[in-house]
């Protein structure tokens, strides 16, 4: 055999990797690799659930923000006409966790029926609906909500418990809502609460 023939030969044996070798590298690539995936999915995960977070946080400070602005406005008229602004109870259960409210201002026009004058907010099973009048549509107002809750406060501070009493005489509310984020998330609850000057403290 030439000299040149053995040296292709063995350049030829020798040149590439073998399955085995292979087998090998993919396993030792697969060991090294394996922490890093773990790092990758660890971290999307949080991803996703700060990215819940902050859509819990901000649906609620939205609906927190219309909703008392809702509330200041209720039992407004320029053009004088008498109004029951709040309605504490209007599903009459006992528990002021819904409110009606009612107002003539969009325009002033001495009736409440246009949009936005009279509205009823109200808790069914984990959506807070507004209704539009006393016979108006439902429409969800936020979705995954686990709690509404309204507190009323006379002028001295004291906490009002008799519904008649909370038209006439409530100075301030506190508004609560309690939200969860994307239910098919790991939920991350969000609480927001905050006082509202009513239009008794004018």
């Not at 999915?41 to 602005?69: C, K, P």
């Amino acid at each position: 055999m030439s000299r040149q023939c053995w040296i292709r030969r063995v350049a030829g044996r020798r040149a590439g990797f073998s399955t085995i070798g292979m087998i090998v590298a993919f396993v030792l690539l697969g060991l090294l690799l394996a922490p890093m995936l773990g790092t990758i999915l660890s971290a999307q995960r949080g991803f996703v659930e700060s990215r819940d977070r902050a859509r819990a946080a901000g649906n609620v400070r939205y609906a927190h923000l219309a909703l008392t602005r809702f509330m200041r406005l209720a039992g407004s008229s320029p053009v004088g006409l008498p109004l029951p602004g709040i309605d504490p109870d209007p599903g009459g259960d006992g528990l002021f966790n819904d409110v009606r409210l009612r107002s003539d201002y969009n325009p002033p026009d001495g009736d409440i029926d246009d949009p936005g004058e009279d509205l009823t907010f109200f808790l069914r099973a984990d959506t807070m609906f507004v209704k539009s009048g006393s016979d108006g549509d439902e429409e969800p107002f936020l979705i995954g909500v686990d709690s509404l809750a309204f507190e009323y406060f006379d002028r001295d501070g004291s906490v009002i418990v008799d519904p008649a009493r909370i038209g006439p005489r409530a100075l301030t509310v506190d508004v609560t809502i309690r939200a969860r984020g994307d239910k098919h998330a790991d939920p991350a609850e969000r609480t927001l609460s905050g006082l509202v000057r009513l239009r008794n403290g004018k």
